[in-house]
C-alpha cells in the first residue's frame, strides 16, 4: 500500500528565502505526482503535476523534481512571499492520489 | 471556465440520518474521484467513476456510503445512516483524459460534522 511522507510538517521562513519541501512515497509505480496547496477553509489548488516519464515540471517561481527510483519529489519554492504561506500537499499514485498531511509554510513579512 | 463544485459547503447532522452530498465536476471531464479527510489525518481516496461507471470503489469505508454518477455527469454521495466517525471533509476532483496522465482539479469539499 502507497505511503506518502512529508517533510518538515511546518516550516516558518522570513519572505524572500528560497525553501525546499520534500515528499516521499513507498511504492515506485506510480503514473502520476501533483503537488497542491491548500488554503484554510478552501479546497486543494493544483500547483504542478509530474507524470512518471518527467524529472521536473517549473510554473514561475515554483519548481518540482521527481525521482521515481528513490521515491522522492520535492518542491521548490524561490523567493518566497508572505502569500506563498498556505499547506502544501503532494499526491502520488497510479490511479487515484495517496496523499500525505503536508507541510504548513509560513512566509514571514 | 467553471472549476469542480460541491454543495452543501457544510453539512450538520445528528447521528443516524441520512446525508447527500453533491459533486459537479469540470464540464467535459469523463473522470471523477471522491476523497475524504478525517480530522487530524490525510486525504484518503473513497472511490473513482469513469462516465457513470464506477472504475474503483476500493476507498469506500462500508456499505452506509453509496456513490452515484447517473448520466456521467454530477455525482452524489450518500451516508446512511451516518455514523460520528463519518465526520470529515469530503473533496471531489476530476480529469479531463486518461486518468494516469491528467492533472486532478478539486473542488472546495463538503464540511460534514455528524453530532
Known amino acids: 500500500k502507497q505511503e506518502v511522507t512529508q517533510i518538515p510538517a511546518a516550516l516558518s521562513v522570513p519572505e524572500g528565502e528560497n525553501l525546499v519541501l520534500n515528499c516521499s512515497f513507498t511504492?515506485?509505480?506510480?503514473?502520476?505526482l501533483q503537488w497542491f496547496r491548500q488554503d484554510p477553509g478552501k479546497g486543494l489548488t493544483s500547483l504542478l503535476l509530474i507524470q512518471s516519464s518527467q524529472r521536473e515540471q517549473t510554473s514561475g517561481r515554483l519548481n518540482a523534481s521527481l525521482d521515481k527510483s528513490s521515491g522522492r519529489s520535492t518542491l521548490y519554492i524561490a523567493a518566497s512571499q508572505p502569500g506563498d504561506s498556505a499547506t502544501y500537499l503532494c499526491g502520488a499514485g497510479a490511479n487515484n492520489l495517496f496523499f500525505g498531511t503536508g507541510t504548513r509554510l509560513t512566509v514571514i513579512p | 471556465e467553471a472549476g469542480v463544485t460541491q454543495f452543501p459547503s457544510h453539512s450538520v447532522i445528528e447521528k443516524g440520518q441520512t446525508v447527500t452530498l453533491r459533486c459537479d465536476p469540470i464540464s467535459g471531464h469523463d473522470n471523477l474521484y471522491w476523497y475524504r479527510r478525517v480530522m487530524g489525518k490525510e486525504i484518503k481516496f473513497l472511490l473513482h467513476?469513469?462516465?457513470?461507471?464506477?472504475?474503483?470503489e476500493s476507498g469506500m469505508p462500508n456499505n452506509r456510503f453509496l456513490a452515484e454518477r447517473t448520466g456521467g455527469t454530477y455525482s452524489t454521495l450518500k451516508v446512511q445512516p451516518a455514523e460520528l466517525e463519518d465526520s470529515g471533509v469530503y473533496f471531489c476532483?476530476?480529469?479531463?483524459?486518461?486518468?494516469?496522465?491528467?492533472?486532478?482539479?478539486f473542488g472546495p469539499g463538503t464540511r460534514l460534522t455528524v453530532l
Open positions: 467513476f469513469v462516465k457513470e461507471s464506477k472504475q474503483d
Open positions: 511504492d515506485s509505480a506510480i503514473y502520476n
Open positions: 476532483a476530476s480529469t479531463q483524459t486518461s486518468w494516469y496522465t491528467s492533472e486532478q482539479f
